[in-house]
């Protein structure tokens, strides 16, 4: 199991090469969504910026995978912020089910958590403060590269 999590993070620093920042708020603002079918709007830029200083672990605990990830680095929890794209995650398919649950940590305090969709249909979280949905985004580019690494990998290891 060590091994899987030590290949799993090589995946992940390899998945992860654009260096993420913390974001502007002159950066292109995306205006809340209300009448989306998820109802959600996207995660504000403050918020954001708060996630990407105090984060320093995220666990991931997929649902299907044989596999899980837990990143103890306040850099690669960074990468890790910068799969939330900025764009929201609007709608999703009804068939649509999460791959794994997302946890945000900081000094060992969970400050956020996330549901993870990832098919064809839809890629996007929907973020649980204290277990209420609050915000929903789209997965960044780099992100959709980093599960698809992750599903082809545990692919190889199942055979």
């Known amino acids: 199991m060590k091994s899987i999590l030590l290949y799993f993070s090589v ?8 260096t993420p920042t913390k974001k502007s708020t ?6 809340p969504q209300a009448e989306e079918s998820i109802g959600l ?5 403050d918020v954001y910026n708060k996630l990407f200083d105090n ?19 306040k850099e690669a929890a960074q990468q890790t ?3 939330i794209g900025e ?10 089910k999460p791959i794994a649950r997302k946890f945000f940590k ?19 979280y929907i973020f649980f403060i204290e277990n209420k949905p609050v915000y929903a985004n789209q997965i960044s580019s ?6 698809n690494n992750i599903i082809a990998q545990t692919s190889n290891i199942q055979q």
């Not at 764009?87 to 649509?96: E, G, L, M, R, V």
């Open 87 to 96: 764009a929201p995650f609007k709608s999703k398919d009804a068939s649509c």
């Open 11 to 18: 995946i992940l620093l390899v998945a992860c090469r654009d």
């Open 142 to 147: 780099s992100g959709v590269n980093f599960y």
């Open 41 to 45: 709007p996207p995660m504000p830029v």
């Open 106 to 124: 900081s000094n060992g305090k969970e400050i956020l958590a996330a549901d993870v969709y990832f098919s064809d249909k839809c890629k996007g």
């Open 81 to 83: 912020i910068g799969f």
């Open 26 to 31: 002159t950066d292109k603002q995306v205006e």
């Open 55 to 73: 984060c320093d672990n995220i666990d991931y605990i997929f649902h299907e995978l044989p596999i899980s990830v837990s990143q103890d680095e």
